[in-house]
């Protein structure tokens, strides 16, 4: 594996991994790699291409200091974790390498942006597709392999690759998560004991709405966002959102439609901001 820090070298390496004629799956993150991170590298190995990852905590999309500042870091479990797992490049640039002096330029997709997560972090998405959209022109991979955890922004990044007619396949990876249901995510490592206990919230309410709609029958999302607070009010848990909505659109819906729907939660458990979701 090739540890690369500057975009003429990532460029060069990515050039000659393309040259073989197989495929080139990228996986973007920020680093603090759990078993999450490491199902995206294994599909994208699972492609039967090469594979870059990449570690940036991308300063332009986060709404907060405090949040960013105390972002987890840790680069050398990171950088083995992808030795280990067999990554063919892993391309750490530095915030400067990225956005040197006088940049400018942004990216922004609409109003797909300003809901959910858009509304409590103004400016989130416009940060995410910017960067998203400089790595992939860096290292210009066939496939662009992403989580479900993510749910917004996996829709948006689809739009926005349509929209610019980017020539790369979007690949969506399911969520990963520990044995008692909790999505994985680089967060949870700031969450204390109890407060990883009181999370788990979140994913009960998400299964009892799989509940009310498959067992019970319950389409109509007032009653079915009525048991995700329910669910999720205890102690430690602020619930921000949950939604019900259309799967392509993001538009709210009024009742669930089977085979297109996304139920998406976001709360703060303590001081750390926690997001699933459930396809239905
Ligand atoms: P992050 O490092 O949190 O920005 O995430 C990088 C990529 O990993 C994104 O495509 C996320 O959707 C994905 N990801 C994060 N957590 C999970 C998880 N628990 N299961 C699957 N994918 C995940």
């Known amino acids: 594996m090739e540890l690369i820090q500057q975009i003429g070298k990532m460029r060069a390496k990515a050039r000659a991994l393309q040259s073989t004629g197989k495929p080139l799956a990228f996986v973007p993150t920020m680093g603090a790699l759990h078993k999450g991170h490491l199902r995206l590298i294994e599909r994208a190995k699972g492609l039967g291409g090469s594979v870059v990852v990449s570690s940036f905590v991308n300063p332009m999309q986060f709404t907060n200091e ?45 109003y797909l942006s300003t809901k959910y997560e858009g509304a409590s972090r103004p400016g989130h998405f416009r940060g995410v597709c910017t960067v998203v959209l400089k790595l992939l022109n860096i290292v210009r991979p066939t496939h662009l392999v992403l ?38 995510s680089s967060r ?60 392509t659109t993001l538009e709210p819906l009024d009742h669930v439609m089977r085979g297109g729907t996304y139920i998406l939660i976001a ?14």
């Open 188 to 247: 949870n490592a700031l969450l204390t004991k109890d407060q990883r206990a009181a999370a788990l919230c979140i994913q009960r309410a998400l299964k009892r709405v799989h509940f009310l709609v498959k067992k019970q029958g319950i389409l109509h999302s007032g009653e079915l966002l009525q048991a995700i607070r329910s669910a999720t009010n205890t102690e430690h848990v602020t619930l921000d959102y949950a939604a019900i909505v259309n799967r």
């Open 66 to 110: 405090q949040d960013l500042k105390n972002y987890p870091r840790d680069p050398a479990k990171d950088e083995k974790a992808c030795r280990d797992a067999g990554v063919d490049a892993y391309f750490v640039p530095s915030v400067e390498e990225i956005y040197p002096q006088g940049f400018l330029t942004s990216v922004n997709v609409g």
């Open 147 to 184: 989580g479900l955890k993510d749910a917004q922004q996996f829709t948006i990044i689809q739009h926005m690759l349509d929209d610019l007619s980017m020539d790369v396949e979007l690949v969506g990876v399911p969520t990963v998560r520990d044995a008692d249901g909790l999505a994985l």
């Open 267 to 280: 709360a703060k458990v303590g001081d750390v901001r926690l997001i699933d979701n459930t396809r239905i």
